[in-house]
Structures are given as structure tokens and as C-alpha cells.
């Protein structure tokens, strides 16, 4: 992720002169690194997991803590406010979990506000999985009537005026009109009722993920005290997105104010809350992985300088307190690595590994290679294809029901399985070409994945390749020649056979699986018609898929 900033204020939030050559060394030790310098503006590069830095006030915290300007834990006073939000019945099963904080005495002019802009983007894109999981919202506080209500309206019930419009609209016209609602309306539409965010006098503050209402939502120089509201679909991911921005806001002088969450069941959830976790981890772990002799003093040092709290046990063991912000941190190893950037990494001093060793291709790579080698020497040309594709082109375009692996949150229902098969994939390709010169022979070599509940990760990963020709004719005998020549090559002579067998994929009777063995390992044939139809393809097709395991003693 890129943080665009300006020098001057990064330096003031950071609280020492420092040159630009310093504040780029600096940087590149705690893992960012600076990309662009435009007179007084910076552009940073930040580690994804890095969610606590995506603005510049949790760059400068970073860089505070490892220059030894303020170590340790960072703590944020949180006083309560005594305001509510109550949640209504009915939210469980479309965004039900809502958490606030109040920040009051926040400095706004128009670039620290276009700042508070761009940290709320980054966060709701990256950690809130471009809204999905959360969504967070900015209000002028003082317009604001509590208790603040969060519940279920229908979409033609629901009026107001959208952030950066002046005409009221209901909820189907933002859908259809709103950039916001064109581009998030899909979260929320195909509910009969929507969720919206409103006041005591029935001032309508967001509909949730979508869009703030222009009149409550639209922060100003003149804005002091801010309302924020981070709403979604799972809770931890809705706490963290609220720690991260109300740090951030604290960091340019905002007083914290929490505010008390009551849900239908009565839960009540005083949010923000910035008590750390705590994780211990044996001082031997530490020097084992990272390969120094660090004393418990060091260790100590090393991990304040990276904004822990830390402290020694009596069972050599180091207690960390882990801010509220860094969402990065899920395993021992994660505070181990941080110890290592505390220590210094260019304190660190290269040693000669122990044992010599030399690299090589991997056995599957050596069998992808050579198969490309094949292909190409029999006239093929070879394309490539992501691994992420949709439903709708492995299986409804080929009129097959095969299972596939999916993804939880895809951001495109064109990239939203993975791929169990290249045959539907190069089929594609040949679709978009059909302007090209004729015969075409085109292939494949590539990964497919495949739904196996005996693997590990429930999911088999194996090598295929696909190879198709197109023509006004085409002669299976030939591509049956070129399968064989294929295998041979790879050192299966005697070893496959091709039986008759009759497959969607192709015309009955025009059809054959390969056997390796006696086990099938692949097919090939001519397409049938009612698939071309379905890729938009007006030439005969002849194709073949092979599947390649990974056993070894498959190839000699």
C-alpha cells in the first residue's frame, strides 16, 4: 500500500529533525520504504499487514518508537462519554455488529481532512475486504442527537441526502445512481430491508456500507469533535478498524470518548478498547530463531523500541503487551521478527551457512519445461492463464457439474474459483482470437486445483496440460498422433493406451481417454458443438487435456 504524505508533517508528528536521507533509512528498517519525493511530498510504501501505518500518523508512531523518541506501549486515554447506540433486532444475518468512539478537539484543515479521507479508504479496502467485513464512517459530532439508533429500514422508506449530492434520494435511486451505491450496492441488495444508521431526531447518518448522509457526514475546517462508527460482519475485524483510525485521530491531539453498544440480546460493548493483549514467549524461542545471544535486557529494549510494552518473568520468559492496533500480530513469531527489526537489522552480521548445497529445478518444473519443449517443436504456441476464474466458465459454459474450490470474499465473480481444469480456460482464449490467421494450435501447462477431502488443505493441486487446434477442418488422427509422440517422448512408450469413451466435453463417437498404466489420466476428442455454441466459436475444435502427477516413477 502507498501513503502519500507531506514531509513537513510527517517530521512534526514525529517530533525530530531529521534529513530525507535519515527518514529513508529509517523507514527501510521498519519495513516501509519510501518510493517517491516530490518536493514536500512523500510517498511510502507500507507492508499490507501493516494496517496501523496506512496514514501518517501511524508512520510517524512507528518511527518514534524505533528512533527512541517514545518507547513502549502507547496508551490512549479513553474517558466515557455516557452515549449510546442501540442496535435493533433483525441485523444477524446481514451486518450485525456496529462499535464507536468520540474524538473531541481534532484539528481539521482541507489536507488533514482529504488525510482522514484516505486512511478511512485504505482501511475499509484492506482490512474491512472493500467493505465486506467492515466499513467505517466520520460525523460532525455536535449535530448529532443520542442515542444513536442502528437498525433495518425498507429501501423505499429510506431518504436523504448522499455525501457529495444535494438532491435527497431513497435507497434504490443511491443504488442506481450513487457511485457508491454502484460499486458497494452489492453487499447489501439482495436484502428486503437495508441497514441505516440514525439519530433521536431521526436524522439519517449512513446507510451502511454504502454511503454517509451529506449533512451529518460531511467533516470541515469548522469540524472539532467527530462521531465514528466502523459497522460489519465480523466483530474482531470491526474492533480492530475502529482502534486503528481512533489511534490515528488521538495521534493529532483528539480526545477519547467511548460510547456504549447495546444489542437487542442486552450484550453491552463499550467501545473503543485499547487494553492490550498479552503474550508470553520463552527468551530461549527468541535467540533460537533470530540466531543471536540477546540478554533479557536487549530483548527488553528491542521490543519497546517497536511500541510493546514488555517485561521479564520469573520462568525466562518475556511478557509482551501488544498494542490494539497492530493487527498483524498472530503467532509468537510474529513479536520474534519485530525483536530482530528492534535489535537492527543492519546490526545483524552475515555469517557463512554451515553446510554447502546446491539448487536445482524442482522434478515437476524439469516435466513442465520439457512438455512446453514438446508442444512447441509440434507447432503449438503456448498461453498462459490466470488460476482464478468463475463458475460460470468451468462449469456452465461446458455443461459440466464438477466441484470447485472457491474463495471466501472475491472481489469478482469472473475471479472467483480456482480453476479445475484448463480445457474450459483455453477454450476461451480461443474465443477472443477467432480474428486471428487459421489453423490455430494453442496449449497450456499449469496448476489446476481440485476439491480432495483426503489432502491436508482439503484441496489437490496437480500439473495439466491442454493443448486445442482450430481449423475450418480438423483431423483427430493427427492430434491422436500428437498426444502420442508427446508421451513417448516423456518416457511412457508402452506405457498408455487410448480406449473409446464418450464425454460432455465432446461429439459421440469423436472421443477417447488417455490411459497411463491402466489408470486415466486424461482425454481428448472433438468439442462438442453445444459447447462451442456456448464460447461463441464457429470452427471445429479438436483438444486434449492430460493430467501430470506428481509420482516420480511416472517418467524416466
Same mark, same amino acid.
Given at each position: 500500500?502507498?501513503?502519500?504524505? *507531506? ?20 523507514? $527501510? ?36 518508537? !524505533? ?5 513502549? &506501549? ?33 484539528? +481539521? ?16 479496502? %484492506?482490512?474491512? *475486504? ?9 460525523? @460532525?459530532?455536535?449535530? &448529532? ?38 460499486? $458497494? ?28 448522509? =451529506? +449533512?451529518?457526514?460531511?467533516? %470541515?475546517?469548522? %469540524?472539532?469533535?467527530? $462521531? ?8 474482531? #475485524? ?44 520463552? /527468551? ?20 519497546? *523500541? ?13 511478557? @509482551? ?11 509468537? @513469531? ?32 524439469? /516435466? ?43 472481489? +469478482? *465473480? =469472473? ?41 491436508? #488443505? ?39 493406451? !487410448? ?58
Amino acid at each position: 500500500m502507498i501513503v502519500e504524505c *507531506r514531509i513537513d508533517d510527517l517530521l512534526s508528528l514525529i517530533g525530530k529533525k531529521l534529513t530525507l536521507k535519515q527518514l529513508e533509512d529509517t523507514l $527501510f528498517l521498519v519495513k516501509a520504504e519510501v518510493e517517491k519525493v516530490d518536493g514536500n511530498i512523500i510517498e511510502i510504501e507500507v507492508n499490507p499487514d501493516r494496517q496501523d501505518m496506512l496514514s501518517a500518523e501511524g508512520i510517524a508512531r512507528a518511527v518514534r518508537s !524505533f528512533l527512541c523518541i517514545e518507547t513502549g &506501549l502507547k496508551k490512549y486515554p479513553v474517558k466515557k462519554s455516557g452515549r449510546q447506540v442501540i442496535v435493533k433486532p433483525g441485523l444477524s444475518k446481514i451486518r450485525p455488529f456496529i462499535c464507536c468512539s468520540i474524538l473531541r478537539g481534532v484539528p +481539521s484543515d482541507d489536507e488533514l481532512i482529504k488525510e482522514y479521507m484516505h486512511l478511512q479508504d485504505a482501511l475499509t479496502s %484492506t482490512h474491512g *475486504r472493500n467493505r465486506n467485513k467492515a466499513s467505517i464512517g466520520l460525523y @460532525v459530532y455536535n449535530d &448529532l442527537n443520542f442515542p444513536v439508533f442502528y437498525g433495518l429500514q425498507k429501501p423505499e422508506k429510506i431518504r436523504f441526502v448522499p455525501l457529495g449530492h444535494e438532491v435527497e434520494m431513497d435507497g434504490p435511486t443511491i443504488m442506481t445512481e450513487h457511485e457508491k451505491g454502484i460499486e $458497494f450496492g452489492s453487499i447489501i441488495q439482495r436484502h428486503k430491508r437495508w441497514p441505516l444508521l440514525f439519530d433521536s431526531n431521526n436524522q439519517v447518518l449512513s446507510l451502511p456500507p454504502i454511503i454517509n448522509s =451529506n +449533512s451529518l457526514g460531511r467533516i %470541515t475546517t469548522e %469540524t472539532k469533535n467527530i $462521531f465514528v462508527e466502523v459497522t460489519g460482519t465480523h466483530l474482531p #475485524t470491526v474492533h480492530q478498524a475502529l482502534n486503528i483510525i481512533t489511534a490515528s485521530l488521538a495521534e493529532r491531539g483528539g480526545k477519547i470518548e467511548s460510547v456504549t453498544v447495546v444489542y437487542p440480546n442486552g450484550t453491552i460493548d463499550e467501545t473503543p478498547n485499547f487494553n492490550p493483549e498479552v503474550m508470553k514467549i520463552p /527468551i530461549n524461542d527468541i535467540n533460537s530463531l533470530i540466531g543471536l545471544n540477546m540478554t533479557e535486557k536487549q530483548i527488553v529494549q528491542a521490543l519497546e *523500541r517497536m511500541g510493546y510494552g514488555a517485561k521479564l518473568t520469573q520462568t525466562d520468559q518475556v511478557q @509482551v503487551m501488544i498494542p490494539k492496533f497492530r493487527m498483524d500480530i498472530l503467532h509468537p @513469531v510474529d513479536i520474534i521478527e519485530d525483536v530482530a527489526i528492534g535489535y537492527g537489522f543492519d546490526r545483524l552480521e552475515p555469517r557463512m551457512p554451515q553446510t554447502m548445497t546446491t539448487g536445482k529445478l524442482n522434478h515437476v518444473t524439469r /516435466i513442465k519445461n520439457k512438455v512446453r519443449d514438446l508442444m512447441v517443436g509440434m507447432g503449438y504456441q503456448e498461453i498462459m492463464n490466470y488460476i482464478m476464474s468463475s463458475p460460470e466458465l468451468l462449469n456452465d459454459k461446458m455443461l459440466r457439474k464438477r466441484p470447485l474450490v472457491t474463495t471466501g470474499n472475491p472481489k +469478482s *465473480r =469472473n475471479y472467483s474459483v480456482l480453476r479445475n481444469s484448463l480445457l474450459p480456460v483455453v477454450l476461451e482464449f480461443a474465443s477472443q482470437n477467432q480474428h486471428t490467421d487459421y489453423p490455430q494450435k494453442i496449449y497450456e501447462v499449469g496448476d489446476v486445483a481440485i476439491p480432495d477431502d483426503t489432502q491436508e #488443505t482439503c484441496v489437490d493441486q496437480v500439473t495439466s496440460v491442454c493443448g486445442l487446434v482450430t481449423d475450418v477442418k480438423v483431423n483427430i488422427t493427427n492430434l491422436m498422433t500428437e498426444i502420442g509422440f508427446l508421451l513417448r517422448n516423456l518416457g511412457l512408450d508402452e506405457r498408455f493406451t !487410448f480406449e473409446s469413451e464418450d464425454s460432455s466435453d465432446f461429439i459421440e463417437g469423436r472421443s477417447a481417454c488417455i490411459k497411463i498404466d491402466g489408470e486415466v489420466c486424461g482425454s481428448f476428442g472433438e468439442i462438442s458443438p453445444m459447447i462451442l455454441s456456448n464460447f461463441g466459436i464457429g470452427y471445429p475444435v479438436i483438444a486434449f487435456e492430460l493430467i501430470m502427477h506428481r509420482i516420480t516413477e511416472w517418467f524416466t
